[in-house]
């Protein structure tokens, strides 16, 4: 009996926080490295697309948050590959390392003024190599948590997972308001934007040195004990899973939208768009962010009691109703009203995304599981979080709206709730 079967042993009755804490911290981490540069967006614009107008600028500026986005199906191919044949702790491990790499380069990186053209170029490659990392991080994480948790805790559990993921959006939002509050922007774009990058790249080495303690899932360590594993998982999921994985894809297409338009682009909505100045706007989105992330894991316990697909549901219906009201409120210029606003999307937000990681934990068999939710929630994430903020500014320098996130919310949840709800019924794997 090995060291690690002893400890395990020992840690039984705790294993599932023990687990929870770690993944999430790692997530936390990586969730901070990757949105870094859209908290950076407005100062990356001035830097590296000097010789663009302000809005063109602005506009290619989110075009480069979108190449994370559409790096994400590819790694989550590739570490759902090896997530489903080596495990998913050590494929876990590496993806944080491989997230601290490319950020590391970025807070190196000089600027349009000092190599013109090859600055935003390696930005955009630097960021498409994030992408890799986190499109096998969140589908592990989802599969390593969810494995490792009862089944009727599972909600609960990843709920926890995107609580410490989030407060990783908090604290990054944070750092880069207290920048822009304390240093002059002439400071700023000489060496403060650098710091988040820097601090962010250290933050992943941390994570991956936590990760290393853990323990592969028992679903998984049995099909490794019985030779069960699938030599080409992605071969069986694209052959055998089609209903399983279109599911899985228009409920990320729905979370992410509605997540990335209301929470992750909402602090350079209101200072690109409401005239508030950027720390303030940032500290109000982190509150939010705060907010949203604690009704995440009230959420979870609503999941383990009903199911993720009703919850899911009621989060759809609600932000429907409320987009409108919601950004009224914010277009108040009113510190009260815009907060008002933000505390009120919070439980909506929480319940869309909360039900994502449980709706996709029992869509897949264990062997093909990693490789399954990597490639249904990255094609969502790809295609509505990395596109949804360049839409909106696109649509609102066409139509003058301020609303127009609204509409676009609205649009969104008509198109993908009837699917998902179409393609649930009689489906085997949820009922």
Request: aromatic letters at 12%; one cysteine or more.
């Amino acid at each position: 009996m090995t060291w690690e079967v002893i400890l395990h042993s020992v840690l039984d009755m705790n294993i599932n926080k023990q687990i929870v804490i770690s993944t999430a911290i790692g997530g936390g981490l990586e969730l901070f490295d990757f949105v870094i540069y859209l908290f950076l967006s407005q100062t990356i614009a001035l830097l590296f697309y000097p010789q663009q107008k302000s809005g063109t600028a602005f506009l290619i500026t989110l075009g480069g948050f979108a190449a994370g986005y559409f790096a994400r199906p590819l790694g989550g191919m590739i570490y759902g590959h090896f997530g489903d044949r080596i495990g998913r702790r050590r494929t876990l491990t590496l993806s944080l390392f491989l997230m601290a790499l490319p950020t590391f380069l970025m807070s190196c990186l000089p600027t349009y003024a000092h190599i013109g053209i090859w600055a935003p170029t390696l930005l955009v490659i630097f960021r498409f190599a994030q992408g890799l990392a986190m499109g096998g991080d969140i589908p592990g994480a989802i599969c390593f948590i969810g494995e490792h948790a009862h089944r009727k805790q599972r909600g609960f559990m990843t709920c926890c997972l995107l609580f410490g993921m989030n407060m990783g959006a908090v604290i990054a939002s944070i750092l880069v308001a207290a920048l822009l509050a304390f240093l002059t922007p002439t400071d700023m774009q000489s060496f403060g934007w650098r710091i988040p990058f820097l601090i962010g790249a250290f933050l992943a080495i941390v994570g991956f040195y936590i990760r290393r303690f853990t323990f592969e899932t028992p679903e998984f360590q049995h099909y490794i004990n019985i030779g069960k594993l699938e030599r080409w998982p992605i071969k069986t999921l694209v052959h055998q899973h089609i209903r399983p994985i279109s599911l899985g894809f228009a409920a990320a297409c729905l979370a992410a939208t509605i997540t990335a338009v209301m929470s992750l682009f909402m602090s350079t909505y209101m200072s690109h768009y409401m005239g508030m100045k950027p720390h303030v706007a940032l500290c109000l989105n982190s509150i939010s962010i705060s907010m949203y992330s604690l009704s995440c894991l009230g959420i979870g316990y609503l999941i383990d009691r009903f199911n993720a697909l009703s919850v899911l549901k009621i989060g759809a219906i609600s932000i429907f109703i409320l987009a409108y009201p919601i950004y009224q409120l914010i277009s108040q210029h009113n510190l009260i009203l815009v907060m008002l606003g933000l505390l009120i999307s919070a439980p909506i937000l929480a319940s869309i995304m909360g039900s994502i990681p449980s709706l996709l934990i029992d869509l897949f068999p264990t062997p093909i599981r990693y490789s399954g939710v990597g490639v249904s929630y990255n094609f969502g994430f790809s295609l509505c979080a990395g596109t949804a903020p360049l839409l909106v500014v696109y649509f609102i320098s066409v139509t003058g709206s301020y609303f127009l996130p609204a509409f676009f919310i609205m649009v969104s949840v008509s198109v993908t709730l009837p699917f998902i709800l179409l393609l649930h019924k009689n489906n085997k794997q949820l009922s």
